[in-house]
C-alpha cells in the first residue's frame, strides 16, 4: 500500500525565502554563535560546551550503535567532560594549536570525543575514512606532517607496512588496546587525565580541520577549513536540514568525509540536537530497524543509499513503522526524480537534494522546506550566497544556457587554502575572481539550478570524489600491470562506477583471476569504494605525444560519443 504524503508537524526554519535574502547577511547571524573576548570562537566549544549552560547538560548528544546493534547513549554533559579528558591528555603529550591530529577509527563513540577534543585544543583534526588502505593512509600523513593519530587496534594494522615513512608521527594513540612501546592506550592515556574544561580561544581564520578531496592528477589535496566555519555548519543545519530542538537526527555519512564531518558532527551539535551514529554496514533492514527503534526524525543520507533501498522495495518498508521520520534530505550526487516520487510513496515525504562540495564547507545550493522542490534540480541558494553560471570568460549567462557553476567568495565555511598548496588553492579563482566548482551546470527562469556534470575527469561513486590518477597508481604498482587509464562510467545504482583500461606487461597473459586481482589490489591499497569494478585488457591506450594518456578518449569510445579533437593523439 502507498503512503500517504504527511502533512508536516512544524513549520520550517526558514519560512520566507525571498524575503531572507533580500536581508541576510552572514555578520548579522553571529548572534547564533558563542563568542569569546577579542571576537575568538572554538568550533568543539559551540558543538559542546556551550550547551551545559543552556540547560542541555544531561540531554542526549549522541546515538551510538555499533555492528551488532548495542546502543550506548552519550549526553552533552559526557562528551564534555570526555573530550576535556581527552584534550588535556593530547595537551600532556605535546600536541599544541596548529598540530595535525588524525582520527583514523570507524563510527564509534571515540571518534566522535577525539574530533571535539583535538578541535578543543587548537590543533586541526585529520578526519580520515575508516576503509582506507596504506596508500591513501601515507599520502594524507606524509603531506600533512601529522604528528599524532588515533586509531583502533583493528585499523592500526594498515600503519604498520608504512609507519617507517612517517617521520613526523610522533604518537599512535589506540582504542581498546594496552600500551605497547610504540603506541598508547586510549584508555590509559584518558585515566591519567582530567577533566578540566579545555578551550582554546581562536579566530575564525584558524584551521579547524583537514580533509583530502581528490583531482584528476597528483595526490590527494589537503583542503583547509576553519573554525569560523561553524556559522555557516549552524545556519545551513538549521535552515537546510529544517533542524530543531527535539529532533533525532541521523547522518548516515562517515566522518572520514565532508558530509560526515559537518553535517554529521559540527553543524547538528551547534544546534543542540540528538545524533546518531550507527557503525555497521548497509542493509535496508538495519537502517530501517535503527529509525524504528530510535524514532529518528530527520534523516541526511545519500542518492546511491535511496537507491539501493528502493532496489529492497516497498514490502520491508511497510514492515518497520517509520512515523517518527519528519524530513529526509539528500546529497553526494544529483537525485533522481523517480526517487524523490518513490520517496512520496514509501514514506509519505519528500527527499530535499543539495548541493556543496569538500572546498565549500558547506551547503551552498538546496531545495528547501519553504520552497517547491523541482524533480532532480540542485535547488536554489541559501540566503547569503551568490552563485550563477558563467562563460569560460567568467561573464554570467542567461537562463537555460549551459557554462560553469561558480559561488562569489565570502561565504564563512569557504576553504581558507590546500596544504602547502598555494598555487593550487589560486586556480579555484582564475575566472575573474569567482570560486569555480568544477562543475557545469544552468539556470532556469525561477533561479533553481541543474548540475549536468564534472568539467574535468574525477569520477562521483556513490557520492564518494575518486581521482582516476590514484586508481591508475594503485594500479601501476601490481607486478603485471604496464599502463592504465581510468574513467567513470555511468551506473544507474551508484551514479558512476569506475572502469580501467589496462595494458599487461609483456609476457602477462590475461585472465578473469588476473582481473579479480588487480580489483583486490586496488581496493587494498585505495578504499573499498576506490577499485575498478569493470577492467578492460587493452593492447595499448590512447595518448598524447607527451605521454600523457587521453582519458576523455577512453570515455568517449566506452559510451559512444563523439571523440572531439585528436590532433594531440599520439600516432593518429
Known amino acids: 500500500m502507498p503512503m500517504m504524503e504527511k502533512k508536516s508537524r512544524t513549520s520550517p526554519n526558514l519560512k520566507d525565502y525571498e524575503h531572507a535574502c533580500a536581508t541576510f547577511d552572514w555578520q548579522g547571524c553571529k548572534g547564533e554563535i558563542d563568542f569569546f573576548a577579542n571576537n575568538k570562537l572554538n568550533a568543539a566549544y559551540n558543538a559542546i560546551d556551550r550547551h551545559l549552560h543552556k540547560g542541555r547538560t544531561n540531554k542526549p548528544a549522541l546515538y551510538a550503535v555499533d555492528e551488532s546493534g548495542s546502543l550506548k547513549k552519550l549526553t552533552f554533559g559526557e562528551i564534555a567532560s570526555l573530550s576535556n579528558r581527552l584534550a588535556n591528555g593530547l595537551r600532556a603529550l605535546g600536541i599544541k594549536k596548529g598540530d595535525r591530529v588524525f582520527v583514523f577509527l570507524p563510527r564509534i563513540c571515540e571518534l566522535y570525543i577525539s574530533i571535539i577534543a583535538i578541535a578543543k585544543l587548537g590543533a586541526i583534526v585529520g578526519p580520515l575514512f575508516s576503509a582506507f588502505g596504506p596508500d591513501a593512509l601515507r599520502d594524507r600523513l606524509i603531506d600533512s606532517g601529522a604528528k599524532a593519530i588515533i586509531t583502533s587496534s583493528v585499523l592500526k594494522k594498515k600503519l604498520l607496512s608504512i609507519r617507517h615513512e612517517l617521520k613526523d608521527l610522533q604518537h599512535v594513540i589506540v582504542v581498546r588496546e594496552t600500551d605497547s612501546a610504540n603506541e598508547i592506550s586510549y584508555e590509559k592515556l584518558m585515566e591519567a587525565s582530567t577533566d578540566s574544561a579545555i578551550y582554546e580561544p581562536m579566530s575564525a581564520e584558524d584551521p579547524l580541520y583537514l580533509l583530502y578531496t581528490s583531482g584528476t592528477t597528483g595526490k590527494p589535496k589537503g583542503v583547509v577549513h576553519a573554525h569560523g566555519d561553524i556559522v555557516g555548519h549552524h545556519m545551513t543545519a538549521k535552515w537546510v536540514l529544517d533542524l530543531k530542538e527535539d529532533d533525532i537526527y541521523w547522518c548516515t555519512a562517515d566522518p572520514g568525509w565532508v558530509t560526515g564531518t559537518v553535517y554529521g558532527i559540527f553543524a547538528p551539535w551547534s544546534n543542540g540536537v540528538s545524533v546518531v551514529a550507527f557503525e555497521g554496514r548497509f542493509s535496508a533492514e538495519d537502517w530501517y530497524h535503527l529509525i524504528e527503534k530510535l524514532k529518528i526524525t530527520v534523516w541526511y543520507t545519500a542518492p546511491t543509499a535511496l537507491r539501493m533501498l528502493m532496489k529492497a522495495g516497498l514490502d520491508i518498508v511497510e514492515a518497520h513503522n517509520l512515523n517518527s521520520l519528519r524530513y529526509i534530505a539528500s546529497v553526494g550526487e544529483p537525485l533522481n526524480p523517480e526517487v524523490i516520487r518513490w520517496g512520496k510513496q514509501a514514506f509519505g515525504l519528500s527527499i530535499y537534494d543539495n548541493w556543496w562540495q569538500t572546498e565549500t564547507g558547506m551547503q551552498l545550493i538546496a531545495n528547501l522546506p519553504c520552497l517547491p522542490i523541482k524533480p532532480g534540480s540542485m535547488g536554489k541558494p541559501v540566503p547569503g550566497i551568490y552563485a550563477t553560471i558563467v562563460d569560460d570568460s567568467g561573464a554570467e549567462l542567461e537562463p537555460h544556457k549551459l557554462g560553469r557553476l561558480v559561488i562569489k567568495p565570502g561565504w564563512p565555511a569557504m576553504l581558507k587554502g590546500i596544504w602547502h598548496n598555494e598555487a593550487k588553492f589560486r586556480e579555484y579563482f582564475q575566472i575573474n575572481g569567482w570560486y569555480a566548482s568544477g562543475d557545469n551546470a544552468w539556470k532556469d527562469e525561477d533561479g533553481y539550478f541543474w548540475f549536468v ?37 555511468p551506473d544507474p545504482e551508484r551514479g558512476e562506477i569506475i572502469k580501467a583500461f589496462v595494458v599487461l606487461k609483456n609476457g602477462v597473459t590475461s585472465s578473469a583471476k588476473l582481473i579479480e586481482e588487480l580489483q583486490n589490489h586496488t581496493r587494498t591499497q585505495l578504499a573499498a569504494h576506490a577499485y575498478p569494478r569493470e577492467i578492460e585488457i587493452r593492447q595499448n591506450l590512447p595518448k598524447t605525444r607527451s605521454g600523457k594518456i587521453m582519458r576523455r578518449l577512453l570515455k568517449a569510445w566506452e559510451l559512444g560519443l563523439p571523440t572531439g579533437d585528436i590532433s594531440a593523439l599520439e600516432d593518429e
Open 453 to 489: 556534470g564534472r568539467a574535468d575527469d574525477v569520477i562521483n561513486s556513490a557520492g564518494h570524489r575518486v581521482g582516476p590518477f590514484e586508481v591508475e597508481s594503485a594500479l601501476l604498482e601490481h607486478e603485471a600491470v604496464a599502463e592504465a587509464g581510468v574513467i567513470g562510467k
